[in-house]
Nanobody
Framework: QVQLVESGGGLVQAGGFLRLSCAASGRTFSTYTMGWFRQAPGKEREFVAAISWSGASTDYVDSVKGRFTISRDNAKSTVYLQMNSLKTEDTAVYYC????????????????WGQGTQVTVSS
């Protein structure tokens, strides 16, 4: 069982930055692929980024490439999402998730989910 708690969301102006954190409970964090997803108002939840258990492999949705960076610290059981050059269209609730498959973009590849943290980007 893995429990995930996101933090770091907030209100920021367009062009600004935020760093999201997702702290995991349990001693098996380092064996999980970690992902970030987001859900904007009125839209389906979408994949944002993923990182393999070792951190050697990452994947990003095209809309955030070059602006967002996913990383992890297995010693701290924490995964991060550094978000730079934020745009109004990045406004959403951001969720972290843990799964056993290779870095994946599908929700069904992830078993555990956090409660989400709100990110609001103003113009």
């Amino acid at each position: 069982q893995v429990q995930l708690v996101e933090s770091g969301g907030g209100l920021v102006q367009a062009g600004g930055f935020l760093r999201l954190s997702c702290a995991a409970s349990g001693r098996t964090f380092s064996t999980y692929t970690m992902g970030w997803f987001r859900q904007a108002p009125g839209k389906e939840r979408e994949f944002v980024a993923a990182i393999s258990w070792s951190g050697a492999s990452t994947d990003y949705v095209d809309s955030v490439k070059g602006r967002f960076t996913i990383s992890r610290d297995n010693a701290k059981s924490t995964v991060y999402l550094q978000m730079n050059s934020l745009k109004t269209e990045d406004t959403a609730v951001y969720y972290c998730a843990a799964g056993r498959s290779n870095t994946g973009r599908l929700e069904r590849q992830y078993t555990y989910w956090g409660q989400g943290t709100q990110v609001t980007v103003s113009s």
